[in-house]
């Protein structure tokens, strides 16, 4: 929600979108936006929300899932 993407700016966390594109990069997915989009297949976007929801996690301080 854009209420919890203010407060994470405010913590000096990154946005959700922030994380994505970030996800991106480490998976070396190309960052595509078609009609508004990103563009991406099925398995790449399980992928890209994994490492999304790690990387929130890790920056929370949480320990990562797959530790």
Not at 8 to 27: M, N, P, R, V
């Amino acid at each position: 929600s854009m209420q919890k993407e203010l407060s994470d700016k405010a913590q000096g966390l990154k946005t959700y979108s922030e994380l994505q594109a970030q996800a991106f990069q480490e998976l070396s997915i190309p960052y595509v936006e078609k009609d508004g989009e990103l563009d991406a297949t099925e398995d790449q976007w399980v992928m890209i929300d994994a490492r999304v929801n790690e990387l929130q996690r890790l920056q929370r301080g949480m320990t990562p899932l797959s530790a």
